[in-house]
C-alpha cells in the first residue's frame, strides 16, 4: 500500500521524534503506567503508530471493499447505510404469557428482532415438574414445556414478520420444531420463516455446561438441522456459533475468534462427512460474539474474525458461493463486566460494547439491562437499553460510513495480530485432533482457565482498575429496590399448566410419535421430521428429549 521510499522516511521520521521530542517528556514525565496492553491479550499497545506498522497490508487482499471477499470491511455492500443491524433485546421469563407481554412490550418500542431466553430446565431437557426442575422454573428464562407454551409466547405475533433468535443449545431440534409447528398453525410458509437457533453444543462442553448427549449423537442432531432447515427452512440459521460464552468464561479476544472458529471448522466438517454440500448449509451459519470494553481491539477482533472465516471456508473447504464465506454475526454487550455496586455505570459500559460491535460491522445486537448483575431486567432498564442502540443508530453518526476505522494504523495492526494468534491456536487445535477431542481432552477449558485466574488475580491485586469495585468506590450506596422478580407461585401454574396440556391430549398419538423418533435416533434418517411430529402431538420438551436419551445417552464431563 506504501511506498519503499516513504516507508523509510517515515521510519527515520519517528526515530527522531522519538529522540527529540518524545525522549525528553518521558524523561521528565514519564507515562501514567507502566506498560500499556489491550484488555485481555496481553497485546503491548506502542505510543504511536504509523504506516510503517502496516508495512505489509495488501488492500485488495487484506481488506477489499464490504460485501466481497475477505469481507474484511463488512459482509455487505452498503452495511448500515442500506439497513441497520437488527436490535434484538434478549427476553423472556417466567411463564409463557408474561414473556409474550415481554415481546409486545419491546416490538411496541421499536426493536426489530425478538430473542428468546429460557429457563435451565428447558436447556436441560427437563419438563417443569422434574425432579431436577425445582425451584429454577422461569428463573433464567421463560419455561417451555410443550408447544402450548410456544404458542403462547407468540400469540398474536406473526411470524412471517418478526426475525427470532433462541438461545438453547442441546434440546435445539425441540425448540426449533415447536417454533416451525407454531408457524404451521399460523399458515406461515416455512420459507417465510426466519431467525436462528443458537444450536452450539461444543461451546457447552466448553463454557456453560447446559448439555445432555454426548459429543457424536450431538454433532449428529445439528447435521440433522442443517439438512432439514435447507430443505425446509432456508431462511432460519441453523446454528449460532458461540464465542460469547467463551469470553464470559474468562477467554482472551484472540482465543474468543480461534475457540469459535474451531467450533465453525468441526460443525462443517461434520456436515460434508454426513453427505452434505458446504454450499448448501453454510450460507445459513451464523456466529455469536461478545463486546468487551476496550473498543479498538473489539473492533479489531470483529475484523479479523471476517477475514479469517473467509479464508478457511475457501482455503479447507472450497467453498465457491460468496454466502458460504461471509461470517454473519450477532453481537451481545459483555455481561460479565457488569457489576453490583453503582450499576448506573453499567449503562455507560453497554454504550461503549455497542459501539464498539457497530464499528465492527455486527448483523444484529443485544444491549444488556444496568441491573443484570442483580436480577433479570426490569421493563425501565430494557428501555434504556434499546433506547442505548436507537440513539447509536440515529443520533451518533457510527452507521453513516462503512467500516469507519479501516484504515486507522493502530486498527488495522491489531486486525493482523489478533488474526495471526488466532490461527497459531487454530493450528494447534489441528495438531490435537480438532476442536471436538480438544474439548474431550478438556485442554480448551484449561486454556480460558488459565486466562479467567489471571484476570482475576489483577483485579484482586489491583492492577486492573473496575471502575466502582476496585477504585472510585462509594462507602454507602442506595441499593434499587426497583429489580425484576419471579413470582414463586409461577412455579405452581407452569406445572398445573403442563399436568391440563397432558390431559388433554391423544396419549395414543404421542407414544406412537415417541416410539417413531426413537426408532428414527437408532437408524440414519433425519430425525427433525419425526420430532416435529412428537411435538405437535404435545409430546413435552422432555418427553421427546427423554426419547433420545434412551438412545443416545447422556454426556458425563470428565474434566
Not at 454433532?219 to 445439528?222: A, E, P, V, Y
Not at 445459513?284 to 473489539?298: C, G, H, K, R, T
Given at each position: 500500500m506504501f511506498d519503499p521510499e516513504d516507508l523509510q522516511r517515515i521510519r527515520e521520521a519517528r526515530a527522531e521524534w522519538e529522540d527529540d521530542t518524545l525522549g525528553p517528556t518521558l524523561d521528565r514525565f514519564g507515562e501514567r503506567r507502566e506498560s500499556f496492553t489491550t484488555d485481555t491479550g496481553g497485546h503491548e499497545v506502542d505510543p504511536l503508530y504509523t504506516p510503517a506498522d502496516v508495512a505489509e497490508l495488501d488492500y485488495e487482499e487484506d481488506l477489499?471493499?464490504?460485501g466481497e471477499e475477505p469481507f474484511t470491511r463488512g459482509v455487505y455492500s452498503t452495511m448500515y447505510r442500506g439497513r441497520l443491524w437488527t436490535m434484538r433485546q434478549y427476553a423472556g421469563f417466567s411463564t409463557a404469557e408474561k414473556t409474550n407481554?415481554?415481546?409486545?412490550?419491546?416490538?411496541e418500542e421499536g426493536q426489530t428482532g425478538l430473542s428468546m431466553a429460557f429457563d435451565l430446565p428447558t436447556q436441560m431437557g427437563y419438563d417443569s415438574d422434574a425432579a431436577m426442575a425445582a425451584g429454577e422454573v422461569g428463573k433464567s428464562g421463560v419455561a417451555i414445556d410443550s408447544l402450548y407454551d410456544m404458542e403462547t409466547v407468540f400469540d398474536g405475533i406473526p411470524l412471517d414478520e418478526v426475525s427470532t433468535s433462541m438461545t438453547i443449545n442441546a434440546p435445539a431440534s425441540v425448540l426449533l420444531a415447536m417454533y416451525v409447528a407454531v408457524g404451521d398453525r399460523q399458515g406461515v410458509d416455512r420459507e417465510q420463516l426466519r431467525g436462528t437457533i443458537q444450536n452450539d453444543v461444543l461451546k457447552e462442553y466448553i463454557a456453560r455446561n447446559t448439555y445432555i448427549f454426548p459429543p457424536k449423537p450431538s454433532?449428529?442432531?445439528?447435521t440433522d438441522?442443517?439438512?432439514f432447515c435447507g430443505e425446509e427452512v432456508p431462511n432460519f440459521n441453523t446454528i449460532s456459533i458461540s464465542g460469547y460464552h467463551i469470553r464470559e468464561a474468562g477467554s482472551t479476544a484472540a482465543q474468543e475468534i480461534a475457540f469459535t472458529l474451531a467450533d465453525g471448522i468441526e460443525y462443517v466438517e461434520a456436515a460434508v462427512e454426513a453427505g452434505q454440500d458446504v454450499d448448501e448449509f453454510a450460507p445459513?451459519?451464523?456466529?455469536?460474539?461478545?463486546?468487551?470494553?476496550?473498543?479498538?481491539?473489539?473492533v479489531a477482533k470483529f475484523r479479523a474474525a471476517r477475514r479469517m472465516w473467509a479464508r478457511i471456508m475457501d482455503e479447507r473447504f472450497g467453498a465457491e458461493s460468496t454466502a458460504s464465506k461471509q461470517l454473519k454475526f450477532h453481537t451481545q454487550t459483555a455481561g460479565s463486566t457488569l457489576t453490583a455496586q453503582q450499576i448506573e455505570n453499567n449503562v455507560v459500559r453497554v454504550a461503549y460494547q455497542a459501539l464498539a460491535a457497530v464499528l465492527g460491522g455486527t448483523q444484529s445486537l443485544h444491549t444488556n439491562g444496568k441491573d443484570e448483575a442483580l436480577s433479570l431486567p426490569t421493563e425501565e432498564s430494557v428501555r434504556t437499553a434499546l433506547r442505548t442502540q436507537q440513539i447509536l443508530a440515529h443520533e451518533s453518526g457510527a452507521a453513516d460510513t462503512i467500516d469507519p476505522l479501516g484504515g486507522s494504523y493502530y486498527v488495522e495492526q491489531l486486525t493482523d495480530e489478533l488474526e495471526a494468534e488466532a490461527f497459531d491456536i487454530i493450528e494447534e487445535v489441528d495438531e490435537r485432533g480438532g476442536m471436538r477431542s480438544a474439548v474431550e481432552s478438556g485442554w480448551v477449558q484449561r486454556q480460558i482457565q488459565d486466562v479467567a485466574y489471571e484476570r482475576q488475580r489483577e483485579i484482586e491485586e489491583g492492577e486492573r482498575t473496575i471502575v466502582g469495585v476496585n477504585e472510585f468506590t462509594v462507602d454507602d450506596e442506595e441499593r434499587s429496590e426497583n429489580l425484576e422478580e419471579v413470582d414463586?407461585?409461577?412455579?405452581?401454574?407452569?406445572?398445573?399448566?403442563?399436568?391440563?396440556?397432558?390431559?388433554r391430549r391423544d396419549e395414543a398419538t404421542v407414544e406412537e410419535t415417541l416410539a417413531a423418533l426413537r426408532e428414527a435416533c437408532e437408524g440414519e434418517e433425519n430425525v427433525m421430521p419425526y420430532i416435529v411430529d412428537a411435538v405437535k402431538a404435545y409430546a413435552t420438551t422432555g418427553e421427546i428429549c427423554d426419547a433420545m436419551r434412551e438412545v443416545f445417552g447422556e454426556h458425563r464431563s470428565s474434566v
Open positions: 477489499g471493499f464490504p407481554e415481554r415481546f409486545h412490550y419491546l416490538l454433532m449428529r442432531l445439528i438441522i442443517f439438512e445459513q451459519l451464523s456466529f455469536f460474539f461478545a463486546s468487551y470494553n476496550n473498543i479498538l481491539e473489539e414463586p407461585e409461577d412455579e405452581r401454574r407452569q406445572i398445573e399448566r403442563l399436568e391440563d396440556v397432558r390431559g
